[in-house]
Each structure stands twice: as structure tokens, then as C-alpha cells.
């Protein structure tokens, strides 16, 4: 089982940059694929980006790509998401995410361990 600590939200101006991190406090990242969600008020949360831990494969959502990058540190077990070029369509809740199932199967099976969340606002 893994418990999940994410943090790094903040308010920048569009343009700007934010790292998010998300770390195991509990268990390892070992056979996971750990991901980022986000959900802005009024909206469904949606898919952001996710890494397989076992080979770094990486995922993206369109809208990030090109912007966003998400990357892991083996000795901290820890998960990253460095965020450039932000836009205030960014601006949402951010919540990491861990199971070992693909992140192909999340929409119709979420990931069954979550983070608090880290709220994300970027001003124009």
C-alpha cells in the first residue's frame, strides 16, 4: 500500500513555472504508474501526465505537452511535474495519483491511491 504527499502549488502569472511533487510516504513507487490529475471548480478532473516507474515511460494529456514534464528521483521516491508556460486554464487542483494498473485502464478504473492535492492558480 502507498500513501501519497503531494505538494508545490501555488499562484504564479501565466508564463510562469511551478514544480509539483508527489512522495511515497508509505510503501515504494515499485511496480506503480504514478500520475498527475487536475480538477478546476465546475469542471470533471481530468488525466495530466503519468510515469511507469519500472522503465520511465511517460504520458501526457494534449494540452500539456510541450509544457509540462513529469519525472521521477529513485532515492527520494519521489514523483515530479515541472510546469512551464503556464496559462490560467492551468489553474486547478492537482492531485497525484499511484496504482499499478496502466493509465489506460484510469477512465474507467481510477487509480486507487490519491494525494491531498495541491491547489495550482495562474493570474493573466
Known amino acids: 500500500q502507498v500513501q501519497l504527499v503531494d505538494s508545490g502549488g501555488g499562484l504564479v502569472q501565466a508564463g510562469g513555472s511551478l514544480r509539483l511533487s508527489c512522495a511515497a510516504s508509505?510503501?515504494?513507487?515499485?511496480?506503480?504508474?504514478i500520475g498527475w490529475f487536475r480538477q478546476a471548480p465546475g469542471k470533471e478532473r481530468e488525466f495530466v501526465a503519468a510515469i511507469t516507474w519500472s522503465d520511465d515511460s511517460t504520458y501526457y494529456t494534449d494540452s500539456v505537452k510541450g509544457r509540462f514534464t513529469i519525472s521521477r528521483d529513485n532515492a527520494k521516491n519521489t514523483v515530479y511535474l515541472q510546469m512551464n508556460s503556464l496559462k490560467p486554464e492551468d489553474t486547478a487542483v492537482y492531485y497525484c495519483?499511484?496504482?499499478?494498473?496502466?493509465?489506460?485502464?484510469?477512465?474507467?478504473?481510477?487509480?486507487?491511491?490519491w494525494g491531498q492535492g495541491t491547489q495550482v492558480t495562474v493570474s493573466s
Open positions: 508509505r510503501g515504494a513507487f515499485r511496480y506503480y504508474v
Open positions: 495519483a499511484a496504482d499499478p494498473s496502466h493509465y489506460t485502464n484510469w477512465g474507467s478504473t481510477p487509480p486507487g491511491y
